[in-house]
């Protein structure tokens, strides 16, 4: 794993909100290690490498704004894929299915979504593919966005504050990041279990 302290200064903010701006939105930043890169920098915000107030501010921006990128590419890219001729990959029925679930999950969807790795850059997209209503959409992506990009990176400031030593550590508190952001995946599995067995 590279060296995310010694990464991030050089990034610096423009870096760091084209970062969650693509996680958030693009469909090619799946790859990009948001949760462990927001910890990480609030971490140094507590160092004094960032001003944390215009820190989260920009983070949160870019969330907003990437995933509402992601929505509207969905809405006019997206859909054409789906309304093409049916083929191995792409059938009409898929289009339906998913308008069908933003229509009763959606706003749930786009909160938890935030959370999950991999899962956070297509939500917006399928939002917008499934016709999730733009206000709506908006109105969970700010919910969602600011949770997930204020609270990661409000982590790492105050452990960091609190613990200077918190550090030396990063590795092990970055895999704790990550299991817990499965979590929600894992509690929502069994409740949708739950569900089925009482049916």
Do not use: C
Not at 114 to 139: K, N
């Amino acid at each position: 794993m590279f060296d995310l302290t010694s990464l991030i200064p050089t990034l610096g903010y423009a870096g760091l909100f084209g970062l969650v701006f693509l996680e958030s939105g693009m469909f090619f930043g799946f790859f990009l290690p948001g949760d462990s890169v927001l910890f990480s920098a609030g971490l140094l915000a507590s160092q004094g490498f960032f001003n944390i107030a215009l820190l989260v501010f920009l983070v949160g921006l870019a969330a907003i704004l990437g995933d509402s990128v992601g929505y509207w590419f969905g809405a006019k890219i997206g859909k054409r894929i789906f309304t093409r001729r049916d083929s191995l990959f792409f059938k009409q029925k898929y289009l339906t299915a998913v308008q069908e679930y933003y229509k009763k999950y959606g706003s749930k969807t786009i909160v938890i979504a935030r959370f999950i790795p991999v899962v956070r850059t297509f939500a917006p997209i399928l939002a917008g593919v499934g016709e999730m209503p733009y206000a709506v959409f908006l109105r969970y992506n700010i919910l969602g966005g600011v949770a997930w990009s204020a609270g990661a990176t409000l982590l790492g400031y105050f452990l960091g504050s609190a613990f200077p030593q918190t550090q030396h550590y990063l590795l092990p508190i970055v895999a704790v990041i990550i299991v817990l952001s499965l979590l929600p995946v894992l509690v929502e599995w069994l409740r949708e279990r739950s569900r089925s067995r009482a049916q």
